[in-house]
């Protein structure tokens, strides 16, 4: 069974300043893709950016950017620019790439809760 | 938004009592999941479904049971609600085809008190 570690239960940053949050997994599969999901105070799950594992360049989508190490199996989320809008908590999440009958769920750490301080 | 709401959105019921939670999609995904929120636990999948009337169990699925009869439509139920099952329940959709659709859309969640 696949399982999602995240080992920072809290964090926080200055406003305009940089933070990373880590993630680290276990799979025996060598195909899958990992996702990054933040849930601000309404409650609302947002996918902020994945990686295919597959892929040796690491996702940027224009503040967020990754650091996805296969080998250390690591995927750490790194915000440029904190804004207060970034207050959150943030799920690291994976899947399996392929699944033929079974269920393409996600799997899920427990999340890292991000203070933006102004 | 992707199209994706559910029904109630806060709810409190009493022990012993079923509920019946309600997941509504207007994107025609062929996946739906239901997965559950604790502090601490991150979310963890109750049922998913792969079509209509196909579904499954997922990590926790004691004490619930769901139904699909209708491609937008997926339900959770809780037979007999126990304090155990307090949560927010999050309903999510998603393609599930290499080409695209990887990603998992949520609801809005539905924050369940058992008293």
């Known amino acids: 069974a696949q399982t999602v570690t995240q080992s920072q239960p809290e964090m926080s940053v200055q406003e305009a300043e940089t933070v990373t949050l880590s993630c680290t997994y276990d799979t025996s599969e060598s195909d899958y893709y990992l996702f990054w999901y933040k849930q601000p105070p309404s409650r609302q799950m947002i996918l902020v950016i994945r990686?295919?594992?597959?892929?040796?360049q690491n996702a940027t989508e224009n503040r967020f950017s990754v650091n996805f190490q296969k080998a250390a199996k690591s995927f750490s989320l790194k915000i440029s620019d904190s804004q207060l809008g970034d207050a959150a908590m943030y799920f690291c999440?994976?899947?399996?790439?392929?699944?033929?009958?079974?269920?393409?769920?996600?799997?899920f750490g427990k999340g890292t809760k991000l203070s933006v301080i102004p | 938004d992707a199209g994706i709401t559910q029904s109630p959105r806060h709810k409190v019921t009493e022990t012993g009592t079923p509920v019946t939670l309600r997941c509504h999609q207007t994107e025609n995904h062929r996946y739906m999941y239901w997965y559950r929120q604790d502090p601490g636990h991150g979310l963890r999948l109750i049922h998913y479904s792969y079509g209509v009337k196909d579904t499954d169990k997922g990590e926790v699925s004691d004490g619930y049971s769901v139904s699909r009869s209708k491609t937008e439509d997926f339900l959770l139920t809780l037979e007999s609600a126990t304090s155990s099952q307090t949560s927010v329940y999050f309903c999510?959709?998603?393609?599930?085809?290499?080409?695209?659709?990887?990603?998992?859309?949520f609801g809005p969640g539905t924050r369940l008190t058992v008293l």
């Open positions: 999440a994976y899947r399996r790439r392929y699944s033929g009958a079974g269920s393409y769920q996600l799997t």
């Open positions: 999510a959709i998603s393609l599930s085809r290499e080409s695209h659709g990887v990603e998992q859309f």
């Open positions: 990686q295919e594992a597959y892929k040796q």
